[in-house]
Structures are given as C-alpha cells and as structure tokens.
C-alpha cells in the first residue's frame, strides 16, 4: 500500500495540547505532515492556505471557539 502524504492542521490554545498531539501523530503517522495553529482564526488562514485533509479543533478557546471555527469552515468549500 503506497503511503500517501496526509496534511493534518490542530487547532488549540493550550501550546502543551499541540505538542502532545504533533508528537503522537509524527510517531503514529511518519509521512504526515503536522500543521499547528493556536487559535481558531489562526487555525482558518492556515486551512485556507494548506487544505489540510484532517483537522483536528478543540472546542473550548477564548474568542472564536470550536463550534464558530467549524460554521467557518463548512461554511467555506
């Protein structure tokens, strides 16, 4: 099976979360690529510019939350 390159983006205001995760997904996941944003309008511009194939968005941050990243992302195709 070809390992196809997979660009994953976190979103998350607890610096610690993003390093956790990035690590458990470069040691599970060696040929994808770790995007890291630390706010939820950080997190739209680089999904606009990288067109992540999963994102992973934590809920609970201080001005845009979880639910309002994700109304702007499905709001945009």
Do not use: W
């Amino acid at each position: 099976m070809e390992n196809k390159q997979i660009k994953i983006l976190a979103i998350d205001d607890n610096f610690d979360n993003l390093t956790t995760i990035e690590a458990l997904i470069v040691e599970a996941i060696p040929h994808a690529t770790v995007f890291l944003a630390n706010s939820g309008l950080e997190g739209l511009e680089k999904a606009a510019s990288e067109l992540p194939d999963v994102i992973l968005l934590d809920i609970i941050m201080p001005i845009m939350d979880g639910y309002e990243v994700c109304r702007e992302l499905k709001s945009n195709s």
